[in-house]
């Protein structure tokens, strides 16, 4: 049915072409009777009308006894003159024309109203013609198109093309008819199509707003909260001939489109049956991108940063980033030899960092694209960090000097979680990015997905509305319109500070990638597709019928550029060798040497002098700012603190206090995140002081503590994991001179992130030679608390080590420090608070950064034996990898019969057990500090300190999970396999923990009575 509402001939011959071939509608038709009806323009419903009314009847009796504006309203509609009735009332003909006059006035408001909220819905978006972009085809019943007869009869052939029998007249929503479409009517203020003229005829009024919102441009914005940027975004959009484009910049944008479709045509000449997911079909990104970019730098923006997929992304290197081209046709070299240590990635994943100057505005600026996996939009939430980061470091509160863009499929985008996730931290004070500009490629289709299959949303990008983000639908055919869109996209961030979402409704010319068929799967989406003229050759065709450029400069334009590939693929057969150095998005310049390595193998000590711990412990037991009234809670809280520092001692709160507080002295920024940890999940931390009187009012003692230290940021996250681990992960690829640091509610929650652990975490300097330091605190521990809140997994971060179980190390001088270089990431799990100090120093002074894994303690928190001496933490202290046993069986090893390894918190209640049975002879207990990469040398010194004792390693989690399936074959191989190592710890189970207390404390029982059998494993052979 829609065909009959839709646009006429003047939309262009493409246009119509393509009504005849729209698919069936999803909905069938419906009476307008039973739409709601809209609401009137001043937002009230339909009973705005008799008060209208009522006005006007006030109006007719008396002009002065209404408000001026009614007045000034009701002459300019052309109303009856006022004329009172000798009873002072106007003759009833009269009421009942004023009514309509009035009635006629409202409908053409809620027109103008409707075209605004949901002309989009008609809007020709689809280059193919095939789907509607919002997937259904439905016009909504309040909009009047030129087309519309108004209030005649239908013609009884329509019967046969499916109206309904009862169905007489042409359905009005507004009792509108075809004589009024010659009638002037008074525009709002909430329109700016009239341009000078304050009104226009009802036929101008519905041609104005046709050709807004109708055409190859679909608006929604309706839904955005704010009045001012609505009438913004209105005012961009429909005033009279805002698309007028020079001559200059449409020879620019031809020239674009011309490098991003050879571009392609080259890659596909010279490497045909090589996957590259190319752009063909969606060209105009290419300048969508850079006339973001141009109009960004224009106003201010000096640093962008770009994320996106597969799609398109080598073209974006060339063409947008301009990465030298031969190295990136070296990339489909399979001969070259890679330079670089790690095992690298595909060339549609690599990251890149490029300064330049824009040549459009003149002025330098740095593109950065982040290095991504396959796991769509997993780099979305790592862009915004490293965005974040890089506007803290310059100062650039309100976002105006560095910006993020993110690209997005469509099938991707609407499916994907961690947008979402994304979007969420847009605009909050500790994440936000003060906008970005989201450009979806929405080639209808993900892999050989149709979209009516992938997404039960409208169209792919309706998440963004959760943020008010105005959504721009463009079709991708239409080269001038997208660039419009982008610009004003681009303003619309550089004006509000807010995201914006411009969706390029294109096609994918080829299959998912270029050794694909499509036709398997969507038939006759591609016969259509294989019919379509490219849209270089379309709008090539459209410049020089207009006489902007002429045939001769075209084709000179493009034997221009394919003379750059052509040389460029000449110097690309001359490298012999693969650099993915030059490949890295985030370089650190002055950290490594001139060859990109560490400076050192060495660490300096961790510990720092006691004047210094003192003073830390004092500002963090007290409250830094005058007339702040804390919680009575509180208050002992401090002053516990502040006993312990008087007393030379530290709990964990305290030890993590310090080892912030020092690096903050020495000009380390050091960043916080995750859900609740201004407190703490344990309410140990209490990092930032509310006072208890003032709303909002608050303190962070531990920016109070020297004159020019660097800036402590501590940040309640959104209740989001993916997003939130992501966002800090991109916060610390921007600058190893910061400690950031992640933390779970509790460990387990982790796994919500887990992509960005396997993706990026565990593998990133691998992939992409991109070092990171980012730590995470993972909560860990069995203490009754049920299956979740227990276990933060640490069978799981082992199992992803790197380091070889079976190669036994040669013990170079360097090896503590050399082994962390050659990690890929450092697991560890403290016993004391002094080690949690050191670790997090250690993470600081070393030479490179790794990602740390710390498994942090919940009742340890608050154990009376779980504090640390000053004497462990001062100047020529550091960090112990393992604390070997220093109570009585070290004083006599040769007594020593058992040998118990262990780490974290179990090693109290062995402590505790030992004692209670008399065994601290007997039994000699050494804990495991740093886990991975594992220490070999000191695990070797410590077997061979108690040769005569049996070894045995307790967790108190299940064998098939925390440690053991990690140190089993690495003890194996020290030890030189002629000693076991006997296991100690719960049974395999499915669930990390048991939800009943009782089984909880059997189970503890039972394995700490095997730990102290000292006949447990006679007779036994391994
Ligand atoms: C998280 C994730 N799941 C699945 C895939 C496999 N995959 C690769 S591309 C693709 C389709 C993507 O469609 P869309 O987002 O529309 O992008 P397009 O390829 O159409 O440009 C899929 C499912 C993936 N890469 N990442
Ligand atoms: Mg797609």
Partial sequence: MSQLRLLPSRLGAQATGLLATRGIPRRSWRSRSSEPSAAFPNGTSGGGSSYVEAMYSAWLENPQSVHQSWDSFFRKAGGETPLATPEGRPVPSRRTKASKLVEDHLAVQSLIRAYQIRGHHVAQLDPLGILDADLDSFVPSDLITTIDKLGETLPCDLALQGWPAQVTQW???????????????????????????????LREIIRRLESTYCQHIGLEFMFINDVEQCQWIRQKFETPGVMQFSSEEKRTLLARLVRSMRFEDFLARKWSSEKRFGLEGCEVMIPALKTIIDKSSEMGIENVILGMPHRGRLNVLANVIRKDLEQIFCQFDPKLEAADEGSGDVKYHLGMYHERINRVTNRNITLSLVANPSHLEAVDPVVQGKTKAEQFYRGDAQGKKVMSILVHGDAAFAGQGVVYETFHLSDLPSYTTNGTVHVVVNNQIGFTTDPRMARSSPYPTDVARVVNAPIFHVNADDPEAVIYVCSVAAEWRNTFNKDVVVDLVCYRRRGHNEMDEPMFTQPLMYKQIHQQVPVLKKYADKLITEGTVTLQEFEEEIAKYDRICEEAYGRSKDKKILHIKHWLDSPWPGFFNVDGEPKSMTCPPTGIPEDVLTHIGTVASSVPLEDFKIHTGLSRILRARADMTRKRTVDWALAEYMAFGSLLKEGIHVRLSGQDVERGTFSHRHHVLHDQEVDRRTCVPMNHLWPGQAPYTVCNSSLSEYGVLGFELGYAMASPNALVLWEAQFGDFHNTAQCIIDQFISTGQAKWVRHNGIVLLLPHGMEGM????????????????????????????????????????????????????????????????????????????????????FDQMVSGTSFQRVIPEDGVAARTPGQVRRLIFCTGKVYYDLVKERSSQGLDGQVALTRLEQISPFPFDLIEQEAARFPGAELVWCQEEHKNMGYYDYISPRFMTILGRTRPIWYVGREPAAAPATGNRNTHLVSLRKFLDTAFDLRAFEGKTF
């Fill in 171 to 201: 359905p009005t929503f507004y009792d509108l008819q075809e004589a009024d479409l010659d009638k002037e009517f008074q525009l709002p203020t909430t329109t700016f199509i009239g341009g000078s003229e304050s009104s226009l005829s």
């Fill in 786 to 869: 049920g299956p979740e809140h227990s276990s933060a997994r640490p069978e799981r971060f082992l199992q992803m080590s790197n380091d070889d179980s079976d190669a036994y190390p040669v013990f170079t001088e360097d090896f503590e420090v050399s082994q962390l270089y050659d990690c890929n990431w450092i697991v560890v799990n403290c016993s004391t608070p002094a080690s949690y100090f050191h670790v997090l120093r250690r993470q600081i002074l070393l030479p490179f950064r790794k990602p740390l894994i710390i498994f942090t303690p919940k009742s340890l928190l608050r154990h009376p034996e779980a504090k640390s001496s």
